[in-house]
Each structure stands twice: as structure tokens, then as C-alpha cells.
């Protein structure tokens, strides 16, 4: 168990639809990390946040959204769902932002557009 | 940005047998971590290397990093089932805090 939780753990919706995931990171970690897993894009990292705020984008499309709580948690907003962004959701969360930082990763969520 | 790419994309092995995985990056790093991934479940950090280190040890595993050749390897050595994941290096992007992962190597042991 690393520490990191995410819910829901699965979630199924039709297209055009919008959905939240949460990610509770490790205790005492500041960064969170968001990365979104397909079997044809692999893990690809979407955006992260430290101590609220955006520190870093990746390949994060516009209709997804995220953002940073002052307790730390975070939430990624999906909107417009299209089928093609059935994939698992990970969160991961480490302790500051630097490049040696381990990242502590969720047990993901899967999200299933129909 | 920066990008690791593991190889080969599938090894299949028996219980008891070393595997040995490899990792290729395009740009200077400060670092490589290696993590393992069980069938649907979260990444597992399991060693980082720093680039003024060759080699490193963590219990069974055996990771090393050449510079000069961009490249690093995993070295798992008397393999069990349970080692049966899929492994994925990860490199830092260049002005960024956060890391590429490669498409990762799928390790099957095989009891």
C-alpha cells in the first residue's frame, strides 16, 4: 500500500459525459502527479501540481481539467468524454517536486467511456 | 523531452532464471528510476540511479547505468513468479519536475 488513494476505483459513462476522480496523496507530500495509461499511448503524464498549484503540464487535453486542495487533495475533471479516453486514471504524489523525488503512486482508477 | 525505451517489450522466463531488461534515453539525465507495474495495478518505485553512479544494488535486483551510451539495465536475478510484471524506466524531462516513462517491458516467469 503506498498511501496514495483514488476513487472510484472504476467508473463506466457514455460519451459526452463529464466525471471527477480524486486522489488523496501520501501524508505529508506536497506534489501530486496525474498520468493517464492506454494500451496504445502508454502512461502518459498529464499534469502536476505542488502545494496547489500547476507546476507542470504534459500531454493533458483541453476538455481535462485538474486542481489542488489546500489539504492537498486533487481532482481531475474529464468533460466530453469520448470513447477514446477509456483508460486507467493514476495519481501519484511525492514528497516535493525535484527530479530525484520517488512518486508514489495510486491503485488507479479505470474509466470505461461507452 | 526526454524518453526511456525499454527492451525488449516482452521476456519470458523460468522461475529461478535471471532477467535482464534494458532502457534507452535521448538527452543528459540527473537520474533514472526504474519502477515495476503489477497487471493493472499502480506503478512500484523500485530504485533510482543517479548519473555519477554505475551500479547499484536493491536485494535481488541490479541496476546499472552507462552514461556515455545513454542506457541502463535491470538486472533481476533468481527470478520468481511473483516477479511476473511489467517494468518501466523513467526519465526526468529536461526543464520540468516530472518524468517519461517508457512503454515498459513486460516480464513473464514462469514456474
Known amino acids: 500500500d503506498s498511501g496514495v488513494t483514488q476513487t472510484p476505483k472504476h467508473l463506466i459513462t457514455a460519451t459526452g459525459q463529464r466525471v471527477t476522480l480524486r486522489c488523496s496523496p501520501r501524508s505529508g507530500d506536497l506534489s501530486v502527479y496525474w498520468y493517464q495509461q492506454s494500451l496504445d499511448q502508454g502512461l502518459q503524464f498529464l499534469i502536476q501540481y505542488y502545494n496547489g498549484e500547476e507546476r507542470a503540464k504534459g500531454n493533458i487535453l483541453e476538455r481535462f481539467s485538474a486542481q489542488q486542495f489546500p489539504d492537498l487533495h486533487s481532482e481531475l475533471n474529464l468533460s466530453s468524454l469520448e470513447l477514446g479516453d477509456s483508460a486507467l486514471y493514476f495519481c501519484?504524489?511525492?514528497?516535493?517536486?525535484?527530479?530525484?523525488?520517488?512518486?508514489?503512486f495510486g491503485p488507479g482508477t479505470r474509466l470505461t467511456v461507452l | 523531452s526526454q524518453q526511456g525505451e525499454e527492451d525488449p517489450q516482452a521476456l519470458s522466463i523460468q522461475e529461478g532464471e535471471n532477467a535482464t531488461m534494458n532502457c534507452s534515453y535521448k538527452t543528459s539525465i540527473n537520474n533514472l528510476q526504474w519502477y515495476r507495474q503489477n497487471s493493472g495495478r499502480g506503478l512500484v518505485h523500485l530504485i533510482l540511479?543517479?548519473?555519477?553512479?554505475r551500479e547499484k544494488h536493491s536485494g535481488r535486483l541490479r541496476v546499472t547505468l552507462d552514461t556515455s551510451k545513454k542506457s541502463s539495465s535491470l538486472l533481476i536475478t533468481a527470478s520468481r513468479a511473483a516477479d511476473t510484471a511489467s517494468y518501466f524506466c523513467?526519465?526526468?524531462?529536461?526543464?520540468?519536475?516530472?518524468?517519461?516513462f517508457g512503454p515498459g517491458t513486460r516480464l513473464s516467469v514462469l514456474p
Open positions: 501519484a504524489s511525492s514528497p516535493l517536486a525535484g527530479r530525484t523525488d520517488t512518486q508514489y
Open positions: 523513467a526519465t526526468p524531462t529536461s526543464g520540468g519536475q516530472n518524468f517519461v
Open positions: 540511479i543517479r548519473s555519477n553512479e
